[in-house]
């Protein structure tokens, strides 16, 4: 069976701190795809990253960076140096070879100005 | 604007109403989900459908109908409201089930079964 956990239910960091958003995983499966997505106050739902399973190398995009580690089934976010704008609910997802996107329940992240 | 949409974006509905909920995609993607978002409980895959005239169930199907007349054409249906329905629905479109980008997401729909 596959399962997300985001253990972090909620997180308030002041601006321009660092923050790791959590994401532990589970797949019996060699071949998946992990996935963060954020939603904003808004409500809509935006694709950040995707990763495969036979690609552990780490990525930066201007502030966020992503840290997937399979030895630890693990697949953390980081934002650096937080703004009001990343303030959110953000979830990690999991897809094997059936379709199927498996999320996490979402950590809600507010950034305090 | 290309991506997916869905209609309408809130809705009532008394217990025992019926209703459709319309999710259009002009990407020609083949796969197209319909998921629903509970307080808590992240995003769960209500039916699925890997291409036009196909559907598929996931985790939460019972109280949902959903059909795929047209590539571009996803709808769900509920026969027979419940409270237990109040919910946010997503629908969602990809090339594959895997596809770099993941999937494209609709705004949602805010269903109240009153």
């Known amino acids: 069976a596959q399962k997300v956990t985001q253990a972090q239910t909620e997180i308030s960091v002041v601006e321009k701190e660092d923050v790791t958003l959590d994401c532990v995983y589970e797949?019996?499966?060699?071949?998946?795809?992990l996935f963060w997505y954020k939603q904003p106050p808004s409500g809509e739902l935006v694709f950040l990253i995707r990763?495969?399973?036979?690609?552990?190398q780490n990525e930066i995009s201007g502030r966020y960076s992503w840290n997937f580690q399979k030895s630890t089934s693990s697949f953390n976010f980081t934002i650096t140096a937080s703004q009001v704008v990343d303030s959110a609910v953000y979830f990690c997802?999991?897809?094997?070879?059936?379709?199927?996107?498996?999320f996490g329940t979402g950590t809600s992240l507010t950034v305090i100005p | 604007n290309a991506g997916v949409t869905q209609t309408p974006k809130f809705r009532v509905l008394k217990t025992g109403q019926s209703m459709t909920l319309l999710c259009a995609q002009d990407?020609?993607?083949?796969?197209m989900y319909w998921y629903r978002q509970d307080p808590g409980m992240g995003l769960r895959l209500i039916h699925y459908?890997?291409?036009?005239?196909?559907?598929a169930k996931g985790e939460v199907p019972d109280g949902y109908n959903v059909s795929r007349l047209k590539k571009q054409n996803f709808l769900l249906g509920l026969e027979s409201a419940a409270p237990s329905q109040t919910s946010v629905y997503f629908c969602?479109?990809?090339?594959?089930?895997?596809?770099?980008?993941?999937?494209?997401f609709g705004s949602g729909t805010r269903l109240t079964v009153v």
């Open positions: 969602a479109s990809s090339y594959s089930g895997a596809s770099k980008r993941g999937y494209t």
């Open positions: 797949t019996r499966d060699t071949t998946y795809y």
């Open positions: 990763r495969n399973s036979f690609d552990e």
């Open positions: 997802a999991l897809i094997v070879l059936g379709n199927q996107f498996y």
């Open positions: 990407m020609n993607h083949e796969y």
């Open positions: 459908s890997v291409g036009e005239g196909t559907t």
